[in-house]
């Protein structure tokens, strides 16, 4: 007996239809977000954004804390996904980083370039394929990125040196520890503090690159004083570096005649340093992780944000430490 078939299909579709929608997947949300994103503002398209987020190194407890204000920040709205790399303090890999997240396909790039050169050409890559980049704390060559959020290095070096002056009564011999001179952050604080005691007595007698390490500054600082019996203060372009040179002179026997600046003022680091009396003054360079996650948001919900976001900065020294330093600038 032949059965006639076609009467029967509209029944089959409607059934396969109805079976379809009762299967559909939900989007999937590793962070257990609704696909709504955020409550305020225009909803971001996917239930799940995933931000790739290249730091150029974690030996440096600024940029441990960078990452976990990024975390932190992350945290509140679970439509987020960050895909945290270290680069290890290696350009090459960190370049490699910018890749990987490009062949991915993530929906936006936070980087804190190593150097400004060398990733430059990644993250125009980056932008040319249509990702995002928010650059953080450190610059890449020109201005091909969507976003750049730091504080003002230039100003603060030169704060920095103005202090200096005023706390040594324009003249003294000075230690310059300096960060790492082919990023930009050690550029402005370098040429911030130089323009600042240009006019003053104060005399250089001793510099080096310590590229932003502790274990370096100390070593460094052991040469300056085996060359020098008179230094009055050391300068440092963070706090590790001030505590690393503190180390080798207390070591020397010699901390007590001698003055240490540094700059970062972490809460567990710069500003307890200056409460233990190990330094002197200490100028805050914040991470900028909070802001480069709302920044974030909104460039994921297609809004506009500033070219350029300039984060402000105080320091502390142990007149008013307790009462949470004072803004510079």
């Keep these: 007996m032949r059965h006639n078939t076609a009467r029967y299909l509209p029944v089959i579709a409607a059934l396969a ?44 407890p600024w940029r441990v804390q960078m990452n976990d204000d990024i975390r932190r920040a992350a945290a509140v709205h679970p439509e987020l996904k960050v895909i945290f790399k270290d680069a290890q303090n290696d350009t090459l890999k960190q370049r490699s980083h910018i890749e990987e997240f490009i062949s991915a396909g ?26 995002p980049v928010i650059v953080l704390d450190r610059r890449v060559t020109g201005d091909n990125y969507t976003c750049f959020i730091g504080a003002d290095n230039r100003l603060i070096g030169r704060e ?21 001179m ?17 006019d003053s007595q104060i005399n250089i007698i001793f510099e080096a690159d310590m590229k932003w390490l502790e274990p370096d500054a100390r070593k460094e600082m052991e040469s300056a004083l085996s060359r020098f019996d008179q ?8 706090d590790p570096g001030a505590h690393g040179a503190w180390l080798a002179a207390n070591a020397a026997g010699r901390a007590e005649k001698i003055r240490f600046v540094g700059i970062d003022a972490l809460p567990h680091e710069g500003v307890l ?4 009396g190990i330094l002197d003054a ?17 460039v994921l919900r297609g809004e506009s944000v500033p070219k350029e976001i300039t984060l402000g900065s105080r320091v502390f020294t142990k007149e008013n430490v307790d009462n949470g330093g004072e803004p510079i600038g």
Aim: proline letters at 5%; glycine letters at 14%.
């Design 182 to 198: 082919t990023s930009t952050p050690g550029q402005d604080r370098h040429s911030g503090f130089r323009e600042a005691i240009k």
């Design 17 to 60: 239809i109805a079976g379809l929608a009762g299967c559909k997947k939900t989007p999937s949300n590793s962070a257990g977000a609704d696909s709504h994103g955020q409550g305020d503002g225009n909803p971001i398209t996917k239930a799940t954004s995933t931000i790739g987020m290249s730091q150029c190194n974690l030996g440096e």
């Design 106 to 131: 993530v929906d936006l790039i936070i980087i804190s370039p190593k150097e400004a050169q060398p990733l430059t050409e990644p993250v125009a890559k980056a932008m040319q394929a249509g990702i």
């Design 160 to 180: 920095a040196g103005k202090w200096i002056v005023n706390t040594l009564g324009g003249k003294g011999n000075v230690v310059e520890l300096k960060g790492l």
């Design 273 to 276: 340093y200056v409460k233990q």
């Design 282 to 298: 200490t100028f805050q360079y914040p991470t900028g992780g909070a802001e480069a996650i709302d920044a974030a948001l909104k």
């Design 231 to 238: 230094i009055d203060l050391v300068y440092a372009h963070n």
